[in-house]
């Protein structure tokens, strides 16, 4: 099996070299766990270090802010945007809350999405984040309609994906909707019970990854993963 290295350091060893090419991984956690520095590290590792193009596709937050968050890390980004090794990109649903509407410019902004792919020659996909889809859906069973649609067409852009998600942060809720973990590839979990952090892969297909708790920290690198040292269940709260 092919794997895509993510370069964040102590991670890859937990999951048997790196993520099962091809596949859609969920990040998961609670607010300041780490979930965008990670994602946005997967993207820049992946043309800094291993010369593979990546987008970046922002749901919610202004890209502005996700450059400002790369800069804060040293992360020289004009020199891949020049290269043609990441691009970034927010995703545009508009205001209305029809669901035909939604559906619709989901669709489209999908077709952009995969343009940009094959311009770039892209094969890496963050999405930033698909928790956002409930401000267009108060119904559950609708959003959780949606994000199956939704995860089912990026799988069609043969990138590695890796979706980030809110949740509260409790040690065993994996996703906002309480559907994302079952239609994903794998699940990496991220908490942070001040002052510490750590990280948990719930699941990764083909892969015989730790199942244990891993602390990690936020440094000047980004992330970094201390995959021999383990924390217990019982001190995430």
């Known amino acids: 099996m092919n794997r895509v290295k993510t370069g964040v350091e102590g991670l890859d060893e937990l999951i048997e ?56 890390f ?15 990109y927010r ?19 999908l077709n952009v999405i995969s343009q940009m792919v094959k311009e770039l020659g892209a094969k890496r996909l963050v999405i930033d984040s698909v928790s956002a889809f409930g401000v267009w ?9 949606l994000l199956f649609q939704f995860v089912d067409r990026l799988k069609n852009l043969d990138c590695t994906t890796l979706l980030t998600t809110e949740t509260t942060g409790a040690r065993r809720q994996f996703s906002a909707f309480g559907v994302e973990e079952f239609i994903v ?18 699941k990764m297909r083909g892969t015989d990854h730790s199942k244990t708790i891993h602390p990690f920290n936020i440094t000047e690198k980004g992330v970094v993963i201390n995959a021999t040292d383990r924390v217990l269940w019982e001190s995430i709260k």
Not at 52 to 70: Q, R
Not at 74 to 88: F, V
């Open 137 to 145: 859906f108060e119904n559950t069973g609708l959003i959780r309609n």
């Open 17 to 72: 070299g790196g993520i099962p090419e091809g596949s859609s991984v969920l990040v998961a956690g609670g607010s300041g766990t780490g979930k965008t520095i990670l994602a946005t590290q997967y993207i820049y590792n992946g043309g800094k270090i291993y010369g593979e193009p990546g987008i970046y596709v922002s749901i919610e937050t202004n890209l502005k802010n996700i450059i400002w968050n790369m800069q804060n």
């Open 74 to 88: 040293n992360w020289d980004i004009r020199e891949l945007q020049e290269n043609n090794l990441m691009k970034t």
């Open 185 to 202: 590839d794998g699940v990496i979990a991220l908490y942070f019970t001040p002052p510490h952090r750590s990280v948990f892969v719930r």
């Open 91 to 109: 995703l545009n649903l508009g205001q209305t809350k029809k669901r035909e509407s939604v559906e619709d410019r989901i669709d489209e902004e």
